[in-house]
């Protein structure tokens, strides 16, 4: 008698946590460092390139905004694609193309040239962390997903402050231009190991009839105890109806919107661009605002140290508590303190154990909750369809990511005082935390979510 292809859900969900599933989290994890590097390597050489070549203000920002755009439509593109040729697939590609472009970064010889290169290097790192999201997310037990994500995700903050601490040491002795060729071998350095060890997403072979083998393979290292010869694989369900995947498969995008999901994805993108929004403001102000009170250039710099490093605290509790709990609880909470919390960091800027404290738990409540909105995308959005949810949702916040520091900028312009601008910072975290609550009462009816 043969068993449903749902009971090929129930034994990656409910599987004890081995060897085989630390070993991809811990894979996607170095690649989300790797990504973090490479996505802020600019910011660590621009303030050499400037004084080098001679860049106009708006000309660095076009710079910058060559790589956010690059990257926003990588993480459309490339996280739809990986539905349909598998998530190994477009992970191992996009490494090659932000390795490769990295390292052609450090032979430009013009703001042009690397404008270009940049914006194709930024198509590449786009398309890596929605597809390392699905892969920690599908290898992850339900009762542990969330804190996988959220560790994988951490990945990202961890590599900027790497490679911030790193490039202050190259960039003296060996030039700007050994932070991309730094950030470009050593993605193409990982490739054997992710090549050999970071297996295929289960489900994508799953619905591969000439896949069988290794899907048992897969499985066998979950949970060898299974009963491989009743699962067929012929049909690749979510665990509630299949009509859902058979009205879909050819078109993931427009799958976002149907059967319910149309405002669960439309709050979603909202959530992600004013959250991202709030970040880039963060870490492109924070730095000159402290300055700018009299703080030393090291004091400034070490603000977005803390900051990424209460974050990334902040993100494994919040976690930990979304896997114990609601997913919405922890994270309307966080961004709620954040609100009031953000407006302090404009009031104390000139007092460095007063606003280090505050920048502190500015980036333990609310950058820690935003890490955890990447597990909202893989929870509620069925299997077939995930790398294309999180990858248009992380894509469409990417106009948050741009227009924070621009919008930081013309606030500046206007006449705003740092306690004004920090005020109005706080704005967006209040609208992601009223946007959450409604979201958390029109979840999909994939996993319908009642505990708040």
Known sequence: MKLPASDLNRVLNEAKLKSFQIRVIAICLVIAILDGFDTQSIAFVAPVLKSTWMIA???LGLLFGSSLFG????????????????????????????GIMSMLCATAVNVEQLMLYRFITGIGLGGVIPNLIALTSEYSPTRVR????????????????????????????YGWEWVFIAGGLLPLMMMPIILLWLPESVRFLAVKKSATEKVERILKQIDPLVDFSKITWDVLDDGNASSDKKKHSGNHIKGLFMDGR????????????????????????IPTTLSDAGLSHKQ??????????????????????????????????????????????????????????????????????????????????????????????MGIGRIGSALGPVLGGALIAYGFDRVLLFGVAALPALIVAVTLIVMSFNTPPLQKETDL
């Open 146 to 173: 969330t804190t996988a994500i959220t560790i994988t995700f951490c990945g990202f903050p961890l590599g900027a402050v790497i490679g911030g601490i790193a490039s202050a040491q190259i960039i003296p002795s």
């Open 57 to 59: 203000p708006e000309k």
């Open 262 to 285: 149309a405002t669960w994805t439309l709050l979603l993108w909202v959530v992600i661009a004013m959250s991202l929004l709030l970040i880039y403001f963060l870490i492109n102000w």
């Open 300 to 393: 400034a710099v070490m603000g977005i140290v803390i900051l990424n490093i209460g974050a990334i605290l902040g993100s494994l509790v919040v976690s930990r508590i979304s896997d114990r709990r609601s997913p919405f609880k922890p994270t309307i909470i966080g961004y709620i303190i954040g609100v009031f919390l953000i407006p302090v960091i404009g009031i104390s800027a000139d007092n460095p154990p007063v606003v280090m404290t505050v920048i502190f738990f500015v980036g333990f409540f609310t950058i820690g909750a935003q890490m955890t909105l990447a597990a909202l995308s893989a929870r509620y959005y069925p299997p077939h369809m995930m790398s294309t949810g999180v990858g248009w949702g």
């Open 71 to 98: 990257t926003m439509l990588g993480a459309l593109g490339l996280g739809a694609l990986a539905d349909h040729v598998g998530r190994k697939t477009v992970i191992v590609f996009s490494m090659l193309v932000f």
